[in-house]
């Protein structure tokens, strides 16, 4: 017997909603009927904007966690429910499938949870012509979705789907960075790669090879590792310092689990934050107009080097807003958020060569652009950073705070006028960075001292974590101030 389920209540009722990069949750809690149920709804908001049909074509892929594979088949069996031909990519990064799916005018979907933990995953949904953005979202979530009697007592498929075509998206992602850059581009570079469990890592092996540079690669894992481009682990910290130390590397590139979030160390092994990145590819590409997250490094606007920016709120569809606005300016544009994905607007013309846009967040580019520039100037990578104004940012997270604690704690502090909220927020965080002097409700709450030093504080969208943002005059003092106020906030939590 059929069933009508409500989008909405589902979510509610699942805990498996929506953040800024699509559905996530347990594993436990992505059923397949669920993961069916929302790929339906996907589908059916696809076809009331005309880009979806029977016998259309629907691209899917997923990252190395153990649960991806049955997601991926409960995704195929919604897209062979909704008349759709399925067209499996396979295990590839999220902006391989993307590129897929832009090419060829098609949707596409990633199983993929990026860089938490494999007791949860995810399904980002993307457009034929772009990624979901909030309104794409918001009309998700409004369908109601007649599901088949096809699931057990569990709500998992009592049949998988048969096989669909495979169709190879790992070629043409390699091409786009060969065909523009060039097979010299990298030429006597020594450049680790670091593979941990990231479904992009032997791309990006094959790219480094492909561009002339010496891939080596590094630290392989069968077992899933959540590396978060935000927030390196300690030990990641180390492996980076030992295996530029040992092995004499230029660099060691890596990315999140579904490679769309770069991970770059320079030739001492220090991973180089992703703001910081977005610039300096910023710069390289030749770009006129950035739009970014308020939570990104301020030497972007201290650069001088943009005729455009614009500051958002965190996530993805919200850069992607923005700098469609800034294409409608005229501006040759790009997007990039503080994790370090890229997220290119418009085409980028260079000796005789295009690259493409490409409107997902993307990890390859700015890893690439960035270590080809330095090449051509002649300069190390910490002496390619040292062109930028002196400004330095780090981040942490607090996990399994649930969501409704982190923001009463916000609520807490911006309660009232904004002259009681700076007095509030000097009484709170005076002993750490001095006297407030701004303070910014973007996204989360975004302090800013008289001394210069920053403090932003956001609840996570797609987690039950607190991120805890800093930025400073240096990176010691970024780290330390990060580590006091990670303290104090988490005391401050407890308290909710």
Known sequence: MTQTLSVSALMASSGVAFGTSGARGLVTAMTDKVCFTYTCAFLQHMAEVGQFA??????????????????????????????????????????????????????SLMVTGSHIPDDRNGIKFNRADGEVLKPDEAAIRSQDVVVPDIFDADDMLRQAPEGQGAIDAAAPYVARYVDFFGPEALK?????????????????????????????????????????????????????????????????????????????????????????LGILCAQALGVTGVATPVSSNSALELSGQFAAIARTRIGSPFVIAAMNDLLAQGAVACGYEANGGFILGSPILAHGRTL????????????????????????????????????????????????????????GLEEGSDADVLVRLSETFGGLAGKASAFDKTDGLRTTFAEGDVIHLRPSGNAPELRVYTESASAERAVSLSSAAMQLVQKLASQQ
Request: include cysteine; glycine fraction near 12%; aromatic fraction near 4%.
């Open 54 to 107: 029977p016998g259309g074509a629907v691209a899917i892929a997923g990252d190395l966690r153990p649960s991806s594979p049955r997601i991926m088949a409960a995704c195929a069996a919604a897209i062979v429910h909704m008349g759709g031909e399925v067209q499996d990519c396979g295990f590839v990064p999220s902006p391989a499938v993307a590129l897929h799916g832009f090419a060829q005018g098609i949707p």
């Open 188 to 276: 006597g570079l020594k450049l680790g790669i670091y593979q941990h469990s990231a479904v992009g890592r032997d791309l990006l092996v094959a790219i480094v090879s492909g561009l002339g540079g010496d891939a080596v690669p590094l630290g392989r894992s069968e077992r899933f590792i959540p590396v978060d481009t935000e927030a390196v682990r300690p030990e990641d910290q180390e492996l980076g310092r030992q295996w530029a130390a040992e092995r004499g590397l230029d660099a060691v590139l890596s990315t999140d689990g579904d490679s769309d979030r770069p991970l770059l160390a320079d030739e001492t092994g220090q991973w180089m934050r992703g703001d910081v």
């Open 356 to 411: 493409g846009a490409l409107p997902t967040r993307d990890a390859v580019l700015p890893m690439v652009a960035v270590l080809v520039d330095a090449r051509a100037k002649g300069l190390a990578l910490t002496a390619l950073q040292a062109t930028l104004p002196a400004r330095f940012t780090f981040s942490e997270r607090l996990q399994n705070i649930p969501t409704s604690q982190s923001q009463a704690l916000i609520s």
